[in-house]
């Protein structure tokens, strides 16, 4: 997937969070549940994107002969990475609480699953990321 079609998919998730939203402030019972599965998506395609960067930035840079332009790559590529990890820890978070505010157990229980599976990837993520110091 491009880019251009993950910024796409990203536009459209936060149009449809925003739809959900609004909708879950008059009936929340029914729609709360969408906007916490949002909101995981949102958090997956940021997390997603952060893993395409790392892969791309570990393939670009596999021998370290050239460590000055090295350097200045992983300090450019690191403030983007860390933007998209933020961004998926934020909406993972904001997931977790909408979810505790869900009375369906189970789908509280299966996104519960899907907040973990995302949580680790980061925790790989941000370890690998440690990594390139390295």
């Known amino acids: 997937m491009s880019n251009k079609e993950n910024l796409k998919g990203l536009d459209e998730y936060k149009e449809s969070l925003e739809i959900y939203r609004n909708l879950a402030e008059e009936n929340p019972n029914v729609y709360l549940p969408d906007v916490a599965l949002t909101l995981c998506y949102l958090a997956n395609s940021y997390a997603m994107i ?3 960067q790392l892969q791309d930035f570990k393939n670009t840079h596999q021998d370290k002969e050239f460590y000055i332009q090295y350097l200045n790559d992983l300090a450019s590529f690191g403030q983007d990475f860390s933007s998209n990890i933020e961004l998926s820890i934020k909406y993972l978070n904001e997931a977790a609480e909408v979810l ?5 157990k189970p789908f509280i229980e299966k996104e519960a699953l899907n907040i973990e599976t995302i949580s680790a990837i980061l925790k790989v993520l941000q370890n690998e990321y440690q990594k390139l110091f390295i």
């Not at 505790?100 to 369906?104: D, I």
């Open 50 to 52: 952060a893993t395409k």
């Open 100 to 104: 505790s505010k869900c009375n369906n």
